[in-house]
């Protein structure tokens, strides 16, 4: 698949980091729903530069560019055959960057009726999308058309913060700490699908959670992770997404991680995730949900409170663990696309490991639903 779709350019490609066009990790960019739909690929890559529903610190509008900076280090070929895992989804999935969301700068509705529109246009042909933000209002957005395709869906949510607000701010209704209230009032969302994962500090407030308990929601704080451990959150909350729902929604805010590892985010919250604990969090759920029915955004990357990101030029460290992400989701999800449950690294012939990549060994873990035909929706046959 890798060489058929990037030709020559997917086993190796001569070009310094600082020359073309940085689209994410280098990837094809289709500008237009005409190409999207010739073209048809499996995974697009959206860019939604918006942060007019941010309360406090701006500038994740800038978060898709540094992000698409960072992943061209290193340079192509597109082949990403990961060293640990021993998985490269780009021998899977045709993949492509569908660009930017043209953001209307100070209309909010319109800004994310735009979003909608584009990640509509990537459910339509059957691809999996995927949104680099942007603030977290995005996510009401993204799940708004993940809505209009499917009528249950399954939802873990990674982040400092619950945002289940009624209200933002001052009564803004688009704020970043109310999407999920938001989602919430579009039916296609259950209290017991969903699961947020690293909340920690002083906001919101109990009458929040209280709230959040009335609707069967689960959450697991940070003490809860140091106490549980990642492998028993991670199957918890697939299986909570998984059950009995057409499909499932992951968005990742990276003020989950501690500031020592995402320092570049609006609300950084101390005592949170490890970029390796967050690695192996991604592995655990990008192999517990059916590819094709999947969607996930990456959420509140701020480069202009960054380190090492001077210009956007190469990403900062933030932007550069946000793009890892990705492609730790994708590479899980081309495990799952291909039937497989590991993957196949290259080891010494004194290998001191325990062999595990995707599965760690530590009690059961979630299993991909097998899921009926959808019964609904324009390609069911009347």
């Known amino acids: ?45 959206i860019g939604e530069p918006f942060d007019f529903g941010t309360t406090i610190r701006p500038g994740a509008r800038y978060g898709p560019r540094a992000i698409r900076a960072a992943s061209t280090v290193p340079s192509p070929p597109y082949e990403h055959f990961n060293i640990e895992t021993g998985v490269d989804p780009f021998g899977v999935f045709r993949t492509v960057d569908y660009g930017d969301v043209n953001i209307s700068p100070g209309d909010v509705v319109e800004s994310h009726r735009r979003m909608t529109e584009k990640v509509k246009e990537v459910l339509d042909i059957d691809g999996i999308p995927v949104m680099l933000g942007g603030d977290h209002s995005i996510t009401f957005a993204n799940v708004r058309a993940f809505a209009k395709k499917y009528k249950n869906i399954g939802m873990i949510h990674i982040d400092t913060h619950a945002d289940c607000a009624p209200q933002g701010l001052t009564g803004f209704k688009y704020d970043h700490g109310a999407h999920i209230r938001r989602i919430m009032e579009l039916g296609c969302l259950k209290g017991k699908n969903y699961t947020l994962i690293g909340p920690r500090g002083y906001w919101p407030g109990p009458d929040l959670y209280k709230w959040m308990a009335d609707q069967d929601f689960q959450w697991f704080t940070m ?151 959808l019964n609904y929706g324009p390609k069911v046959k009347r």
């Open 1 to 45: 698949m890798g060489m058929e779709f990037y030709g020559d350019s997917y086993k190796g490609n001569d070009e310094p980091i600082f020359v073309g066009i940085p689209t994410f990790l280098k990837l094809p960019w289709l500008r237009s729903k005409a190409e999207l739909e010739k073209v048809r690929p499996d995974v697009a890559i």
């Open 223 to 373: 003490l809860d992770v140091e106490e549980l451990g990642i492998d028993k959150i991670a199957k918890e909350a697939a299986d909570r997404a998984n059950d009995n729902v057409d499909a499932v929604y992951i968005s990742w805010d990276i003020d989950t991680f501690d500031p020592a590892y995402a320092p570049g985010t609006g609300e950084p919250e101390p005592n949170g995730l490890t970029s390796r604990e967050g690695m192996r969090l991604m592995r655990l759920l990008s192999t517990s949900f059916d590819p094709d029915r999947f969607a996930f955004d990456l959420v509140e990357v701020a480069p202009n409170y960054d380190v090492s990101d001077g210009s956007s030029y190469n990403g900062g460290i933030t932007s550069g663990l946000a793009n890892r992400l990705i492609v730790e989701l994708l590479a899980g999800l081309s495990l799952t696309k291909k039937g497989k449950t590991e993957g196949t690294p290259v080891r010494p012939n004194l290998y001191r490991g325990k062999g595990h990549t995707y599965d760690f060994g530590n009690g059961p873990k979630a299993k991909v639903p097998k899921r009926p035909p």
